[in-house]
């Protein structure tokens, strides 16, 4: 038996619960995988509240790292003992489970399980933001809204270490003292003249706009875009921001939104072996994950949603 972490109705943290599971074989064009380490993502909060609805009861959690136990029929691309990762696969949050081999890419020998946990789903998301929802450029002047955010710190970073300019915002003093070193420009976006701020550093407004806040802060976004510029809205962790389409298209600012694995169609492999060479040659800085074990995942949700901790979240059996 194993363990699993269900929940038979949508809510808060404490509708997630541990269970043993027997699992069965892989069918055909699957493996039975067991994790060794399971990337919590805020996603994962999403499924269990309900706001994107799974069957119930469901299992939450879209992103791991372990090994093949067991190939299903037909299955040739994978052998057993190969350690492999996944993202956007939902139903991480069990010791062992079934996957397609299509989801599954391979780990680097100097990558551990729990590394690639740590940052494939974050990792290919920045790489997203910054090669799909907006191409940045050297020489780029870009502000992150929620620099402090897993995902946004990343994206700060890779965006200098690619020769962007950039200006990072964060919602408290201690989160500002965290990113200092990650931009160029630390901004607290709670301040009543943030708005002037940014203006005050880029007057002609900067060239694109990475929103991970939404609507908290979309409205300076509007503002310290450039005309012509990009916002690029890839999270919201305030709500969905209040937009204008009308305003930002007469001074041709384009918006751009939606899921990122549209900005992977084709380029999976390649742009996961960005993910790992940036992590290697260090462009993500100091980036290690607070380990939970598995039976406490409803813990790491309860921290979540108390914002008691600053970093990626990482679930071991």
Same mark, same amino acid.
């Given at each position: 038996?194993?363990?699993?972490?269900?929940?038979?109705?949508?809510?808060?943290?404490?509708?997630?619960?541990?269970?043993?599971?027997?699992?069965?074989?892989?069918?055909?064009?699957?493996?039975?995988?067991?994790?060794?380490?399971?990337?919590?993502?805020?996603?994962?909060?999403?499924?269990?509240?309900?706001?994107?609805?799974?069957?119930?009861?469901?299992?939450?959690?879209?992103?791991?790292?372990?090994?093949?136990?067991?190939?299903?029929?037909?299955?040739?691309?994978?052998?057993?003992?190969?350690?492999?990762?996944?993202?956007?696969?939902?139903?991480?949050?069990?010791?062992?489970?079934?996957?397609?081999?299509?989801?599954?890419?391979?780990?680097?020998?100097?990558?551990?399980?729990?590394?690639?946990?740590?940052?494939?789903?974050?990792?290919?998301?920045?790489?997203?933001?910054?090669?799909?929802?907006?191409?940045?450029?050297?020489?780029? =002047?870009?502000? #992150?809204?929620? !620099? +402090?955010?897993?995902? /946004?710190?990343?994206? %700060?970073?890779?965006?200098? @270490?690619? *020769? $962007?300019?950039?200006?990072?915002?964060?919602?408290?003093?201690?989160?500002?003292?965290?990113?200092?070193?990650?931009?160029?420009?630390?901004?607290?976006?709670?301040?009543?003249?943030?708005?002037?701020?940014?203006?005050?550093?880029?007057?002609?407004?900067?060239?694109?706009?990475?929103?991970?806040?939404?609507?908290? =802060?979309?409205? #300076?976004?509007? !503002? +310290?875009?450039?005309? /012509?510029?990009?916002? %690029?809205?890839?999270?919201? @962790?305030? *709500? $969905?921001?209040?937009?204008?389409?009308?305003?930002?298209?007469?001074?041709?600012?384009?918006?751009?939104?939606?899921?990122?694995?549209?900005?992977?169609?084709?380029?999976?492999?390649?742009?996961?072996?960005?993910?790992?060479?940036?992590?290697?040659?260090?462009?993500?800085?100091?980036?290690?994950?607070?380990?939970?074990?598995?039976?406490?995942?409803?813990?790491?949700?309860?921290?979540?949603?108390?914002?008691?901790?600053?970093?990626?979240?990482?679930?071991?059996?």
């Amino acid at each position: 038996m194993t363990t699993t972490i269900r929940f038979h109705q949508y809510g808060g943290p404490e509708v997630l619960i541990p269970e043993d599971e027997l699992v069965g074989r892989p069918q055909a064009g699957q493996v039975r995988l067991r994790h060794d380490a399971i990337g919590v993502n805020f996603i994962d909060t999403a499924f269990r509240q309900g706001i994107f609805p799974m069957p119930l009861p469901g299992v939450t959690g879209v992103e791991g790292a372990g090994v093949v136990e067991e190939i299903g029929p037909g299955v040739d691309d994978v052998q057993v003992g190969d350690r492999v990762a996944y993202f956007l696969s939902p139903g991480s949050y069990a010791e062992v489970r079934l996957i397609n081999t299509a989801d599954l890419v391979a780990i680097p020998q100097d990558v551990t399980s729990l590394e690639a946990a740590t940052i494939l789903t974050k990792g290919l998301t920045a790489w997203a933001a910054l090669n799909g929802f907006y191409k940045l450029r050297a020489g780029d =002047t870009v502000l #992150v809204q929620g !620099a +402090s955010s897993n995902v /946004g710190l990343l994206v %700060a970073r890779w965006a200098r @270490a690619l *020769g $962007a300019r950039v200006i990072g915002t964060t919602g408290s003093q201690d989160k500002l003292a965290a990113i200092r070193s990650s931009v160029d420009y630390p901004l607290l976006s709670t301040d009543p003249s943030f708005a002037e701020q940014i203006r005050e550093l880029v007057p002609e407004g900067v060239d694109a706009v990475y929103e991970f806040v939404g609507k908290a =802060t979309f409205a #300076v976004s509007a !503002a +310290s875009v450039r005309d /012509g510029g990009t916002i %690029a809205t890839i999270g919201a @962790a305030s *709500g $969905a921001p209040e937009v204008d389409p009308t305003a930002l298209s007469k001074r041709d600012v384009r918006v751009v939104g939606g899921p990122m694995a549209q900005h992977l169609q084709g380029r999976v492999l390649s742009a996961t072996d960005d993910v790992f060479a940036a992590y290697r040659a260090g462009t993500f800085g100091s980036y290690r994950a607070m380990v939970y074990r598995l039976k406490d995942a409803a813990v790491a949700h309860a921290d979540i949603a108390a914002r008691r901790k600053f970093g990626p979240m990482v679930l071991v059996p």
